[in-house]
């Protein structure tokens, strides 16, 4: 397999449009499955994407052609540029057309080889498990590492490079009919608390030796750190400044605009994402193959900066590309890869230990939009539903499906806990960066009995 450099060199000489934006994504992959307490499977992959845009401009309406390829012969380089352009000349005119970034060379690493993964990463991770192998519960679960390496390159003299390492674990413990999950999102295995993720999933099947059965309707919920995060990264994914402009979602306002500014809770809850959140660093420029309406092509190369989507409980800022936040005179603001969350100190046990009764709810599953406009969601509870009565879990409680809107749950939570890093259960394969406090919701709806096991 050829440099990605030099994919990239051979297509902007292919190049006869106006202006050409070539992405390339190296990407390697390591996992490992392990079912009933035994190893079972490991694998490594090694993928590449090309995407080439070519742009035909039409005064100051620019035209996109964008075509991507799995192939790694170098041969089927010049046969990608030509169709991209093909397809830029018949293209209509880009609602998102700005200038290109433009950019002074390349940086230090350019030429520097593309790293990879391999099943090794897992070393320590097979040990401490192989060892909860031999404890009474069956384990079920996998984890995976990837090292993607995204190369940004433009007529313009944009060059930029990014390796991002995202790997996460995910574990299921059952016991006498009873199931359990935990998971946690790494960068680079080194620090696993495996022993940390038993130890609770242990005590978490302990609880499920007392079952307690309850209808649907309103409860007082504790929410750790992974539903939350779930929650608040759909809501994150929805902050859309044009369709709040244009009256289509939650964020709009009554008569016109959007709710910037509007007070979400008196709790000092700020949402945000930021590429140089440590330990949840993330790809710090804009690389996309196709313009949607939170981002543009033609900001390929961009720096993506700190934004704070809700700061101190009021909504703060949307999502708008360069060419949407000019139209309606609103700050440029493009989400990073990550999602933090902080306005709590409390801990999930300091916060159980004061609970006189709630539901503890600690995995979400299948979550849907139910209204955008209303950003109402529903989904399922799986893996643990637990009844906590006088400061201690007490038993286990049946499933259910809930419908619910991550803003309204802001709105109406009473206590958020510290921020913990943590691992999303329904989004962790698109989003492992994320950190989040524990939320207490005085009346989370249930609104109807799941028979999910």
């Not at 309606?328 to 100190?345: K, Q, S």
């Not at 809107?405 to 939570?413: E, I």
């Not at 962790?428 to 950190?435: C, H, N």
């Amino acid at each position: 397999m050829i440099a990605p450099q030099k994919v990239i060199d051979d297509a902007l000489a292919a190049a006869t449009v106006d202006e050409t934006i070539v992405i390339v994504r190296d990407r390697a992959e390591a996992s490992l499955r392990w079912a009933n307490s035994s190893m079972t499977t490991n694998g490594v992959s090694m993928g590449r994407s090309t995407s080439v845009l070519s742009i035909v401009w039409d005064g100051g309406t620019g035209h996109v052609g964008s075509v991507q390829t799995g192939e790694v012969d170098p041969a089927v380089i010049r046969d990608v540029v030509a169709a991209s352009e093909a397809a830029a000349r018949a293209a209509p005119g880009a609602r998102d057309s700005a200038s290109l970034i433009t950019g002074s060379g390349a940086p230090d690493d350019w030429d520097d080889a593309v790293p990879t993964t391999g099943a090794e990463v897992f070393g320590d991770l097979a040990a401490s498990l192989s060892r909860g192998f031999k404890g009474p519960d069956a384990l079920y679960g996998f984890a995976r590492h990837e090292l993607a390496t995204t190369f940004v390159a433009s007529s313009t003299g944009v060059r930029r490079r990014f390796t991002q390492p995202t790997g996460s674990v995910e574990i299921n413990a059952k016991r006498d009919g009873a199931s359990a999950w935990a998971g946690v999102g790494t960068p680079d295995f080194v620090d696993v608390p495996v022993d940390q993720l038993l130890s609770e999933l242990s005590t978490r099947l302990g609880w499920s030796k007392r079952t307690v059965s309850l209808p649907a309707g309103r409860y007082p919920t504790l929410m750790p750190p992974s539903t939350v995060a779930d929650m608040m990264i759909y809501l994150v994914w929805m902050m859309d400044g044009r369709a709040a402009q244009e009256g289509r979602t939650a964020l709009s306002a009554t008569g016109g605009g959007t709710r910037v500014g509007e007070r979400l809770t008196q709790s000092p809850v700020t949402l945000y994402s930021d590429p140089l959140a440590e330990p949840l660093q993330c790809r710090p420029f804009v690389a996309t193959s196709s313009s949607s309406e939170t981002v543009s092509v033609f900001d390929n190369g961009m720096d993506i900066s700190r934004v704070d989507w809700i700061r101190d409980g009021v909504i703060n800022a949307l999502a708008y590309p360069r060419a949407a936040a000019a139209e309606f005179g609103e700050p440029l603001a493009v989400a990073a890869d990550n999602l933090l969350m902080t306005g709590g100190d409390a801990s999930l046990d300091e916060i159980i230990a004061r609970t006189e009764r709630a539901l503890l709810l600690t995995t979400l599953w299948y979550i849907r939009t139910v209204d955008p406009t209303m950003l109402l969601l529903t989904g399922l509870t799986r893996d643990g539903v637990y009844l906590i009565e006088d400061g201690k879990v007490s038993a286990a409680v049946n499933n259910f499906r809930f419908n619910e809107s991550p803003l309204h749950l802001l709105q109406r939570a009473t206590e958020v806990g510290a921020t913990e890093i943590t691992l999303p259960r329904e989004w962790g394969d698109w989003a492992t960066r994320a950190a989040m406090p524990a939320l207490m919701i005085p009346d989370f709806y249930m609104s109807s009995v799941s028979q999910a096991q």
